[in-house]
């Protein structure tokens, strides 16, 4: 069949670049490496010997697709973090939208969360209990970095208490009583 496209080509002055083909015979599910076909007496490589890439994917002997999913995934996650490092401010002011209920809401928590913090800052340690000043160590948000930011966000969002909250509580539970 190649011999006969071979003779049709050169009817119609063209030619086939065996150097820029690849070639592929699977016999009984199993890549046949003895088969050579030749174009115009030169021998077209297979793809065990020179894998070739085509449309962003490398193509080589292997028929299984399972490396694929595997590269996807690499691929995915270089990129997310090529677009981590890049440091561009818009990267770093794009905050996801959290859907929440109508009377609490996230973005308003964490910014009350951070201020509470630098008023604690600003007023300095205080005494509680019957511990002296300086009995316990505490961080500093201005000293704070990374993950102790975060830690220390969510911990004053835990530790914050509405009095109009317990005043609803409280109402509740004396209702609940009676």
């Known amino acids: 069949m190649l011999e006969r496209l071979d003779v049709l080509m050169a009817w119609c002055r063209m030619e ?4 820029k083909s690849r070639s592929l015979s699977v016999r009984k599910g199993k890549i046949d490496v003895m088969t050579i ?3 115009a007496n030169q021998h077209i490589p297979t793809v065990c010997q020179e894998p070739f890439k085509s449309l962003e994917r490398w193509y080589d002997s292997s028929i299984k697709d399972t490396k694929r999913g595997l590269e996807t995934v ?3 996650i270089e990129g997310l973090l090529a677009i ?8 770093k002011t794009v905050q996801p ?3 929440t ?3 609490w809401k996230v973005v308003k928590a964490v910014d009350d969360a951070k201020e509470c913090l630098k008023i604690k800052e600003v007023i300095g340690q205080t005494q509680f ?4 000043i300086g009995s316990s160590t505490e961080k500093w948000w201005s000293k704070a970095e990374g993950k102790e930011k975060r830690d220390m966000v969510i911990n004053e969002n835990s530790s914050m208490k509405s009095p109009e909250g317990f005043r609803k509580q409280s109402r509740t539970s004396t209702e609940t009583m009676d």
Request: aromatic fraction near 8%; proline fraction near 4%; charge should be positive.
């Open 16 to 19: 086939f670049k065996p150097k």
């Open 37 to 39: 076909f030749t174009v």
């Open 74 to 76: 690499e691929l995915a």
């Open 84 to 91: 981590n490092r890049c440091g561009l401010q818009v990267v």
């Open 97 to 99: 939208t959290i859907k």
């Open 101 to 103: 209920g109508k009377k």
């Open 129 to 132: 209990d019957h511990k002296g």
